[in-house]
């Protein structure tokens, strides 16, 4: 049997929540099934370590994926070529790109919709490539894998596709996640925040995430007495012009921490030395640091948007991100009472026990086996 994978966003220290599902569901997947031909399709030069066992062949396609036009051309000329050539069973994307011009068995994974529901959000070129494109991928895979009940519904209902089409697989956590010792707390607060507690929030910089909100709030909650810093992890250059000037004109700025894109491994010890995950974006498809956290044993803050509700359940604060009194309230419930925090991590670590990558891995790989139908 011979697998053909679109491995385009495994960039080595570079890996967003997509590219992290990628990342843990290959791995798995390869590394059980000795007997399979797996081709790894990347655009660019690639790390060795995404070479997971013996039977992936990687292949390079150019040009690198990094404007619609160039998608167009990847995917839509350069991709058709390549599959034809491998002549795989099965065509599958982590990432919900295809090409309308395959011929052999699809599975794409389309994580979310929000370009439809926030196309302003995006460039666009971005907005109109994704609007255009991914209801046809939709439409022309053979199956659909997706995150959350809620993406589940959302494209059913956007794109017109039968629900037995589309598989609800739920992401997985890393066990590296875990609860760190408080001798390491220290260490960690000492380098990075000058030894006071912090406040954490991971993810991209784009609009959806609700930064300009979080800045706005943070600076309220210090001006009213708060102590703890925030932290901020993803990379600062996709913060848009009106967050950027909420930003400079914070009075307390200065207790923002802006770390940029760090590895997993340098993560791991920095949100287990949290204080609390704010993660109140306005739209996502699942909301992977939500997940992290708990599994981190710190508490979270999310939002009552899209599918965060469903991730979280009852083990978090759960806030309209659009209202900063609400925002602003369970802030100040987190940050001073230290039973209500002892209880969310509990609940945390309970809920985050339905996470784990290997079930997510042997769910794609038994869709994969039956869609290849040999």
């Known amino acids: 049997m011979r697998v053909a994978v679109n491995t385009r966003l495994l960039i080595k220290n570079k890996m967003d929540g997509i590219g992290r599902f990628t990342f843990e569901t290959l791995k798995r997947i390869t590394k059980k099934n000795p007997q399979v031909e797996f081709h790894f399709i990347f655009d660019r030069k690639f790390s060795s370590e995404f070479l997971f066992s013996d039977n992936i062949i990687p292949h390079i396609l150019s040009p690198a994926t990094r404007h619609p036009i160039l998608w167009y051309v990847w995917f839509e000329l350069k991709l058709p070529k390549l599959i034809k050539k491998i002549n795989p069973h099965l065509f599958f994307s982590p990432d919900g790109f295809i090409s309308t011009k395959l011929s ?24 109109f490539f994704y609007r255009y494109f991914f209801k046809k991928y939709a439409q022309l895979s053979n199956q659909i894998i997706t ?39 220290v260490e960690i607060k000492n380098k990075y925040s000058q030894g006071e507690d912090f406040f954490i929030f991971i993810g991209s910089l784009h609009k959806r995430k609700n930064i300009n ?37 914070m009075k307390f700025k200065k207790e923002v921490i802006f770390l940029g894109q760090i590895t997993q491994r340098e993560l791991i010890p920095i949100l287990g030395s949290a204080k609390g995950l704010f993660f109140i974006s306005l739209f996502e498809g699942f909301g992977l640091p939500i997940i992290e956290a708990m599994k981190s044993g710190i508490p979270v ?8 509700p469903e991730i979280a359940d009852n083990a978090a604060l759960i806030v309209n991100p659009y209202n900063t009194t609400e925002i602003m309230h369970a802030i100040s ?8 925090r002892l209880e969310l991590i509990n609940k945390g670590y309970e809920r985050v026990k339905l996470f784990d990558w290997e079930i997510t891995a ?3 790989w038994q869709l994969i086996k039956s869609t290849a139908n040999i």
């Not at 370009?115 to 070129?125: G, V």
């Not at 600076?219 to 993803?234: A, E």
């Not at 940050?335 to 209500?340: F, H, M, P």
Request: proline share 2%; charged share 30%; aromatic share 8%.
């Open 104 to 127: 052999v068995p699809t599975i794409t994974t389309i994580h979310d919709i929000n370009f439809e529901h926030r196309p302003e959000d995006l460039a666009w070129s971005h907005s």
């Open 147 to 185: 995150v959350s009940n809620f993406s589940k519904k959302d494209i059913i209902k956007q794109y017109e596709i039968d629900e037995d089409k589309i598989t609800v697989i739920y992401n997985g956590v890393s066990n590296d996640f875990c609860k760190i010792s408080e001798l390491k707390r």
């Open 213 to 249: 909100t979080l800045l706005l709030v943070f600076d309220s909650y210090r001006k009213n007495g708060g102590k703890t810093k925030l932290m901020i992890i993803g990379q600062k250059k996709w913060m848009d012009s009106k967050t950027n000037t909420t930003y400079q004109e």
């Open 301 to 308: 803050i999310t939002s009552n948007t899209s599918a965060m």
């Open 333 to 340: 419930k987190l940050d001073g009472d230290e039973s209500l």
């Open 362 to 364: 042997d769910k794609i």
